[in-house]
């Protein structure tokens, strides 16, 4: 096996952190790939500003791997990404490929990432669902022979499992490691990755993103500073790796952009404190957290469906669809905070997207 390395101008995007969506799977009315609509989402992301997508991860539906679009939809999207003159000319893009299974299957699936030009692989540990911690770095290991690695703390109610601090200190020292995206859901379990990274002395190669869409705004507004060998250590949160940010893109980088401006000046505003929990209150009708998170993907789909740039919410699984009462939960939110809405913004490029 061989390391990727990562263009300089990649990784440095990465490192002063920057916005990735999740990127969403389109689907027909038949539940096959809708080729010219996961073409213009992947447009849609690269025009609102967005530094890469993620595919092939939660969001992107784990079952594709079950009907053979794995390695389709990872094509498109980077093809696509390649071809793409977004607005405003191209820049740096840092594109990650999801990885699911055990250690075999994911040792391919990064081989396959790796084939196509993929900067990293965000590696999911559902499946390894009762394996020691020993057993899990040896997995993480194996896979970071292969591809640059995110670390991913999925949360448990959409099938990850929970990884102490211990685990966390251990993955932060694996070389090639370069990222962990946090998304346990959970304040304590988020501040357990933050504590293995500055335990292993990480703090400066492995960057932090989000993946806790229930608070955004101030998992990257907010310095962590820890204690190490008696002495302060603040580490922060650089960007986002998002399934809310796969709808609303534009003003996820919008959002961003001003959440560095504040730091970089060191007042923080109390609007845009106040913007955490609208975010908040947002997420939990598109992740349908009313109904334990039944529809997270769905509902992400209705924004785009509403939009036009999806046909309709159809998911890989018949079972997964809107819950009751999600539909009206998303026209409050969006009637509530337009200016968390870039309906306009999509309604202007659509058709370009769609060409």
């Known amino acids: ?63 594709i791997r079950d009907v053979g679009l794995y390695e389709p939809v990872l094509q498109l ?8 003159e977004p607005l405003g000319g191209r820049r740096p893009l840092f594109m990650v490929a999801g990885l699911a299974g055990r250690t075999e299957q994911a040792v ?17 540990l559902g499946a390894m669902q009762g394996a020691s911690e020993d057993e899990l770095i040896a997995h993480c290991e194996a896979v970071a022979e292969a ?35 946090m998304a346990p859901f959970h304040r304590y379990r988020t501040l357990d990755v933050i504590r293995g990274v500055v335990a292993a002395r990480a703090e400066e190669r492995v960057t932090l993103y989000t993946g806790n869409d229930d608070h955004i705004v101030l998992d990257l507004l907010a310095p962590f500073t820890l204690v190490r060998d008696g002495q302060p250590v603040t580490v922060r949160i650089r960007g986002g790796l998002l399934g809310h940010w796969s709808v609303w893109t534009q003003r996820a980088v919008e959002l961003l952009a001003r959440i560095h401006a504040a730091i970089e000046a060191g007042s923080v505003a109390p609007e845009l404190l106040a913007l955490d ?30 939009q036009g740039l999806l046909e309709g919410t159809w998911c890989l699984d018949p079972a997964e669809g809107l ?9 409050r939110v969006a009637r509530d905070y337009p200016h968390l809405t870039d309906d306009a913004f999509v309604a202007r490029h659509r058709a370009r997207w769609l060409g």
């Open 1 to 63: 096996m061989h390391r990727s390395s990562i263009p300089a101008e990649s990784l440095a995007l990465l490192r002063q952190g920057t916005a990735i969506p999740a990127h969403l799977l389109a689907l027909d009315a038949d539940r096959r790939l809708d080729e010219r609509r996961q073409r213009a989402m992947t447009r849609y992301y690269l025009d609102a500003g967005a530094g890469g997508v993620a595919v092939g991860v939660h969001s992107t539906q784990f079952a």
């Open 77 to 84: 999207a980077m093809d696509t990404a390649r071809s793409w």
């Open 108 to 124: 391919r699936e990064a081989g396959i990432a790796r084939g196509l030009g993929y900067h990293a692989v965000l590696l999911s």
């Open 147 to 181: 591809m640059p690695l995110v670390g991913f703390y999925l949360q448990p109610a959409v099938g990850g499992i929970h990884l102490p601090a211990s685990f966390w200190q251990r993955f932060a020292s694996i070389d090639n490691v370069v990222a962990i995206k």
């Open 277 to 306: 929990a609208q975010v908040t209150d947002c997420n939990a009708a598109l992740f349908d957290v009313a109904h334990d998170f039944h529809g997270c993907i769905a509902g992400c789909h209705e924004v785009l469906r509403r």
């Open 323 to 331: 819950s009751p009462g999600q539909a009206e939960a998303l026209s």
